[in-house]
């Protein structure tokens, strides 16, 4: 009997790895408990009774406006999956796999503040975006005096604006490579793996299609990593 479902994986996989020929899992409900029984037959007979029937996976599907080419779309999609550490299993054009071995898509928010954090400790300046600043209803307004200030700036003192370079700007809109891995290496430790696929239906609108393989974090991963995409995509200019 387990009683967390990222378990029942774990252990299927600790009990292929010991030689069992069939492994039947049985779920357990009562009211909002839910607890997993394993099953298991080092006999070659009854293995056909006691594995339990292939089910399809059922993708979770989303419709993306885009005003760009399905090749575009698809090109942006990836380079965000390398950008949070995937790696792919099969990388065709329109249909690939990818394999992240842990979470690097949540509380973005909260690891931007960390790396800030970070980054001030070791004297560098970070980049502040507009979603990391507080709205101008929770800024507390403090009571300032009508007497006029002086202005006490050295115009001498004042540091000249870093331009940007052309070379680094190059950099960052260059695409990155995608890193290819086997499964068969993979282990079984890692937190999410999936299917993707994507056509256009009509007009600025494309088909997205995502469909679970495998991890720790279940189909509520998929889920969390297709609204990442979603919100990536809206603030992206084509």
Excluded at 31 to 36: A, E, Q, V
Aim: one cysteine or more.
């Amino acid at each position: 009997m387990v009683g967390v479902k990222r378990h029942v994986k774990e252990l299927q996989n600790q009990l292929k790895a010991v030689g069992v020929e069939a492994v039947g899992v049985t779920e357990f409900v009562q009211g909002k408990t839910m607890r997993w029984g394993l099953a298991w037959t080092f006999n070659k007979s009854y293995a056909a009774n006691l594995a339990p029937p292939v089910k399809a996976a059922t993708p979770i599907e989303a419709l993306l406006k885009c005003p760009c080419s399905l090749s575009d779309l698809v090109s942006f999609l990836k380079d965000c999956l390398i950008k949070l550490d995937f790696k792919f299993v099969r990388n065709d054009e329109t249909d690939f796999e990818v394999l992240g071995e842990r979470n690097t898509w949540s509380h973005q928010r909260r690891r931007r503040r960390e790396q800030r954090f970070e980054s001030k400790k070791a004297g560098i300046t970070p980049e502040t975006t507009s979603e990391d600043i507080d709205p101008p209803s929770k800024v507390r307004r403090t009571n300032i005096p009508d007497s006029p200030m002086k202005d006490t700036t050295d115009s001498s003192s004042m540091k000249p604006l870093k331009e940007s370079s052309p070379d680094k700007e190059a950099d960052q809109n260059v695409s990155s490579a995608p890193i290819m891995i086997d499964l068969a290496t993979a282990g079984t430790d890692y937190a999410l793996h999936f299917a993707a696929s994507l056509e256009m239906n009509e007009k600025d609108v494309a088909k997205v299609s995502l469909c679970f393989k495998g991890g720790c974090l279940g189909k509520d991963g998929v889920s969390q990593v297709l609204q990442y995409l979603k919100n990536a995509l809206d603030k992206h200019q084509f």
